[in-house]
């Protein structure tokens, strides 16, 4: 079962299996195998984060590996706590930047959020002095207006069409109505 990122059950969880693992003294290979079962439990994470924190995870269980009978020492300094910290942190800045491009992308191209306005800062940077302050539009708005443009025309085209025709029939009927109305006063 995937649960829900969280960098800080992620960070004890890491700390426990790195410990857990050197203590056994399991092997590089079946560590490595752990490690992607680990990260790959947490759900709403792509794979360039899932990489950095194995990455980082692996490089602190070789360390500790590396250290022998004081692995405790490598695994409790503070760098060791700081690098892991850093990185799980970065992950959930990442995976929270990402929700949030998704969820903009998901309200402009589905509920047609069509107009942006660009704020005014104080000191901003050169190039973006002439954007500042300023109303734009999406791209794709002048092909939704031209299409929706095209049907309404269209519509309108189609309904002028139908009245046309209704009123040639109206006074093709008047017609046949004042013919038949003229014979029998003819015949009389």
């Given at each position: ?52 924190l194995y990455d980082e995870i692996l490089g602190l269980t070789r360390k ?98 139908k009245k046309a025709q209704a009123a040639a029939e109206a006074a093709a ?16």
């Amino acid at each position: 079962m995937k649960r829900k990122y969280n960098f800080k059950g992620l960070v004890k969880r890491a700390f426990s299996y790195i410990a857990r693992a050197t203590e056994e003294g399991k092997k590089i290979s079946q560590v490595k195998e752990d490690l992607r079962e680990l990260v790959n439990s947490y759900s709403g994470l792509n794979r360039n984060e899932r990489y950095w924190l194995y990455d980082e995870i692996l490089g602190l269980t070789r360390k500790c590996k590396a250290a022998g009978d004081n692995w405790q020492e490598v695994l409790g300094t503070r760098s060791s706590f700081d690098s892991v910290l850093r990185v799980s942190r970065k992950v959930k800045a990442s995976s929270e930047l990402r929700a949030k491009k998704d969820a903009a992308y998901l309200a402009m191209h589905t509920v047609g959020i069509v107009f942006y306005l660009c704020s005014y800062h104080p000191n901003p940077a050169d190039d973006h002095k002439d954007y500042q302050g300023k109303i734009y539009y999406d791209g794709d708005l002048k092909a939704q207006l031209a299409a929706e443009t095209k049907i309404k025309e269209d519509r309108a085209a189609a309904i002028a069409e139908k009245k046309a025709q209704a009123a040639a029939e109206a006074a093709a009927a008047a017609a046949e109505e004042a013919t038949e109305a003229e014979a029998p006063a003819e015949e009389a």
